[in-house]
Protein backbone atom coordinates (compact mmCIF):
# COMPACT_ATOMS: atom_id res chain seq x y z
CA UNK A 1 0.00 0.00 0.00
CA UNK A 2 1.23 3.41 -0.75
CA UNK A 3 1.27 6.44 1.10
CA UNK A 4 -0.90 8.19 -0.92
CA UNK A 5 -3.41 5.09 -0.31
CA UNK A 6 -2.91 5.56 3.35
CA UNK A 7 -2.97 9.17 3.62
CA UNK A 8 -6.62 9.06 2.22
CA UNK A 9 -9.68 8.45 3.99
CA UNK A 10 -11.88 4.95 3.51
CA UNK A 11 -14.90 5.26 1.97
CA UNK A 12 -18.43 4.10 3.15
CA UNK A 13 -21.08 2.40 1.02
CA UNK A 14 -22.68 5.06 -0.21
CA UNK A 15 -19.48 6.99 -0.35
CA UNK A 16 -18.54 4.26 -3.10
CA UNK A 17 -21.77 4.38 -4.95
CA UNK A 18 -21.64 8.29 -5.30
CA UNK A 19 -18.12 7.82 -7.34
CA UNK A 20 -19.14 4.93 -9.28
CA UNK A 21 -22.50 6.70 -9.86
CA UNK A 22 -24.49 3.53 -8.81
CA UNK A 23 -26.95 2.63 -6.38
CA UNK A 24 -25.73 1.02 -2.64
CA UNK A 25 -27.24 -1.80 -3.93
CA UNK A 26 -25.28 -2.62 -6.31
CA UNK A 27 -22.00 -1.90 -4.71
CA UNK A 28 -23.61 -4.60 -2.10
CA UNK A 29 -23.69 -6.94 -5.04
CA UNK A 30 -20.37 -6.30 -6.51
CA UNK A 31 -19.13 -7.14 -2.91
CA UNK A 32 -20.78 -10.30 -2.39
CA UNK A 33 -19.53 -11.47 -6.41
CA UNK A 34 -15.88 -10.55 -5.21
CA UNK A 35 -16.10 -7.84 -8.14
CA UNK A 36 -15.38 -4.71 -5.75
CA UNK A 37 -12.10 -4.33 -3.43
CA UNK A 38 -13.11 -3.71 0.11
CA UNK A 39 -12.49 -3.89 3.77
CA UNK A 40 -14.46 -5.11 6.21
CA UNK A 41 -13.99 -3.55 9.75
CA UNK A 42 -15.79 -5.68 11.85
CA UNK A 43 -19.58 -5.51 9.96
CA UNK A 44 -19.21 -2.38 7.89
CA UNK A 45 -17.42 -2.32 4.80
CA UNK A 46 -14.96 0.26 3.54
CA UNK A 47 -13.14 1.00 0.45
CA UNK A 48 -10.17 2.25 -0.37
CA UNK A 49 -10.11 5.67 -2.70
CA UNK A 50 -7.46 4.24 -5.13
CA UNK A 51 -8.74 0.75 -5.45
CA UNK A 52 -11.83 1.68 -6.15
CA UNK A 53 -10.64 3.96 -9.00
CA UNK A 54 -8.50 1.32 -10.39
CA UNK A 55 -11.63 -0.81 -10.26
CA UNK A 56 -13.94 1.92 -11.83
CA UNK A 57 -11.11 1.98 -14.58
CA UNK A 58 -10.94 -1.65 -15.61
CA UNK A 59 -14.54 -1.94 -16.04
CA UNK A 60 -14.05 0.86 -18.80
CA UNK A 61 -12.04 -1.64 -20.33
CA UNK A 62 -13.10 -4.61 -19.72
CA UNK A 63 -16.39 -6.40 -20.86
CA UNK A 64 -17.66 -7.73 -17.63
CA UNK A 65 -19.44 -4.28 -17.18
CA UNK A 66 -20.36 -1.18 -18.91
CA UNK A 67 -20.65 2.49 -17.92
CA UNK A 68 -23.76 3.81 -19.32
CA UNK A 69 -23.56 7.50 -18.85
CA UNK A 70 -26.13 9.50 -17.76
CA UNK A 71 -28.85 11.41 -20.21
CA UNK A 72 -29.14 15.22 -19.64
CA UNK A 73 -32.26 16.34 -17.40
Same mark, same amino acid.
Given at each position: MGHSE???ALWTVRECARYLNMS???VYQQVEAGSL %???KLGSRLRF? %??R? $??FAASL???A???IIPL $?? $?
Open positions: QSEVSW %PHAH %PAV $RDVGGSAK $RG $R
